[in-house]
């Protein structure tokens, strides 16, 4: 069974980190391009960052220069990392399989004092 499966979402105060991972299974990802998306509560999901099979990575201008995305070939994983985070990042993360249109079930990211 071909699936995403994403960890390390949580409680976290504002000006702090998170990682998260997007565990892929069922399929060699690595020739694939990956993204991850967020959704907070009342709005659309949108798109926070993206990276190819040849490791170009591309971010959304609200999370420049504080998140970090990556991918581990051997361990067929993507991951998230984000520093410096906002009230604002508070949302549902999801990862995707850009061409395959597959998503997984998203982690909850929670930034509050």
């Known amino acids: 069974q071909v699936q995403l499966v994403e960890s390390g979402g949580g409680l976290v105060q504002p000006g702090g980190s998170l990682r998260l991972s997007c565990a892929a299974s069922?399929?060699?990802?690595?020739?694939?391009?990956m993204a991850w998306y967020r959704q907070a509560p009342g709005k659309e999901r949108e798109l926070v960052a993206t990276i190819t099979s040849s490791g170009n990575r591309d971010y959304a201008d609200a999370v420049k220069g504080r998140f970090t995305i990556s991918r581990d070939y051997a361990k067929n994983t993507v991951y998230l990392q984000m520093t410096s985070l906002k009230p604002e990042d508070t949302a549902v993360y999801y990862c995707?399989?850009?061409?395959?249109?597959?998503w997984g079930q998203g982690t909850q990211v929670t930034v509050s004092s």
């Open positions: 995707k399989a850009v061409s395959m249109g597959l």
């Open positions: 069922g399929s060699n990802f690595g020739f694939r391009a």
